[in-house]
């Protein structure tokens, strides 16, 4: 079965940079899209930034600018980049991947996240 598993998180001062992975085991066949969210407690998971098949991106207004989604490969499916973080980015990051099936439906696998949290 697929798993999907977030790294590279952790502690950075503001102004800094991290670079998330998105790394799954297993294959995940026909995929639609790619995304990161993100989560602080007792908030509504965001949605930061997503990229398809055909390479096209969109980004949370918050992180505009800032962050980069891209493509990987079959083991790292997705990096996001992450520059000039603020403390407001600190959350848990959450990789999505949507994907068809082969009964001509679609699921979406989540990993567990990973701990961003950007402080002096």
């Known amino acids: 079965q697929v798993q999907l598993t977030e790294s590279g998180g952790g502690l950075v001062q503001p102004g800094g940079s991290l670079r998330l992975t998105c790394a799954a085991s297993?294959?995940?066949?026909?995929?639609?899209?790619i995304q990161w969210h993100r989560q602080v407690p007792g908030k509504q998971r965001e949605l930061v930034a997503i990229?398809?098949?055909?390479?096209?991106?969109n980004y949370a207004d918050s992180v505009k600018g800032r962050f980069t989604i891209s493509r990987g490969n079959v083991k790292n499916l997705a990096y996001l980049q992450m520059n000039n973080l603020r403390p407001e980015d600190t959350a848990v990051y959450y990789c999505?991947?949507?994907?068809?099936?082969?009964?001509?439906?679609?699921?979406?696998?989540w990993g567990q996240g990973t701990q961003v949290t950007v402080s002096s």
């Open positions: 999505n991947v949507a994907a068809r099936t082969v009964d001509g439906g679609t699921t979406d696998y």
């Open positions: 297993g294959s995940v066949l026909s995929i639609i899209n």
């Open positions: 990229v398809t098949n055909t390479g096209a991106t």
